[in-house]
T-cell receptor, first 111, second 113 residues
Framework: DAKTTQPNSMESNEEEPVHLPCNHSTISGTDYIHWYRQLPSQGPEYVIHGLTSNVNNRMASLAIAEDRKSSTLILHRATLRDAAVYYCIPTLMDSNYQLIWGAGTKLIIKP | EPEVTQTPSHQVTQMGQEVILRCVPISNHLYFYWYRQILGQKVEFLVSFYNNEISEKSEIFDDQFSVERPDGSNFTLKIRSTKLEDSAMYFC???????????FGNGTRLTVT
C-alpha cells in the first residue's frame, strides 16, 4: 500500500479557495487516488477520486501531478460546513476495495 | 439522497457480552463493509462482504467477529465476547459496484465497560 503524507492541519478563511496537498511517492501505476472527508461526529464521506487526469465534481477538484507522486484537493470556495478531516487514500479499484486510512488533514475554516 | 443507516447510535455493554451492530445499506448496493475508529486514532478496515460471503478481512477481524446479511436489507456485525479494546466507533459502508465510492453511515459508538 502506498504511504501518504498530508499536513496535520490547515486553516482557511470562509469563501476562499483551499488547496489540500498529499504526497504519495510510492503509489503504484494501478492505484487510484481517493479523497474522503470526515465531518465532526459523522462517518466518512466520499469527495472525489482520479487516476491520472484532473477531475472535477460538484464538491471539489482533484489535481494530480504528472508523475502521480502527489495530488491536491481543491475546494473552490470553502464554507464552514467544509471543516473536516480530509483523507487522501491511494488504492486499487478492484472487488476487494479496502481503504487504508492515514491521519489526514484537519481543515479549519475561519468565518 | 439515499443513505446508509446504522443502529443503535450508541451501545454500552459489559465485557464478555455479545453485541450486534446493525446497518441498512443503500438498497441497490452490492458491496458491504465494516470499519472501526478507536477514539483519537485512524479509521481501520475490518471486513468486506459481497455475494453473501466475506471477500476480504483484516487482522483485527478475528474469530470473535462475524458478519451476516440476514435478509435483503440488513447487514450486521456481531462481536461474540466483547473486550475493553473493542470500544470504538463502528462504521458500516456500502458501494454499488466494485471500485465505486463507499457510502458510510454515521456509525455506532460501542462502549465496553
Amino acid at each position: 500500500d502506498a504511504k501518504t503524507t498530508q499536513p496535520n492541519s490547515m486553516e482557511s478563511n470562509e469563501e476562499e479557495p483551499v488547496h489540500l496537498p498529499c504526497n504519495h511517492s510510492t503509489i503504484s501505476g494501478t492505484d487510484y487516488i481517493h479523497w474522503y472527508r470526515q465531518l465532526p461526529s459523522q462517518g466518512p464521506e466520499y469527495v472525489i477520486h482520479g487516476l491520472t487526469s484532473n477531475v472535477n465534481n460538484r464538491m471539489a477538484s482533484l489535481a494530480i501531478a504528472e508523475d502521480r507522486k502527489s495530488s491536491t484537493l481543491i475546494l473552490h470556495r470553502a464554507t464552514l460546513r467544509d471543516a473536516a478531516v480530509y483523507y487522501c487514500i491511494p488504492t486499487l479499484m478492484d472487488s476487494n476495495y479496502q481503504l487504508i486510512w492515514g491521519a489526514g488533514t484537519k481543515l479549519i475554516i475561519k468565518p | 439522497e439515499p443513505e446508509v443507516t446504522q443502529t443503535p447510535s450508541h451501545q454500552v455493554t459489559q465485557m464478555g457480552q455479545e453485541v450486534i451492530l446493525r446497518c441498512v445499506p443503500i438498497s441497490n448496493h452490492l458491496y458491504f463493509y465494516w470499519y472501526r475508529q478507536i477514539l483519537g486514532q485512524k479509521v481501520e478496515f475490518l471486513v468486506s462482504f459481497y455475494n453473501n460471503e466475506i471477500s476480504e478481512k483484516s487482522e483485527i477481524f478475528d474469530d470473535q467477529f462475524s458478519v451476516e446479511r440476514p435478509d435483503g436489507s440488513n447487514f450486521t456485525l456481531k462481536i461474540r465476547s466483547t473486550k475493553l479494546e473493542d470500544s470504538a466507533m463502528y462504521f458500516c459502508a456500502s458501494s454499488q459496484a466494485s471500485g465505486s465510492p463507499l457510502h458510510f453511515g454515521n456509525g455506532t459508538r460501542l462502549t465496553v465497560t
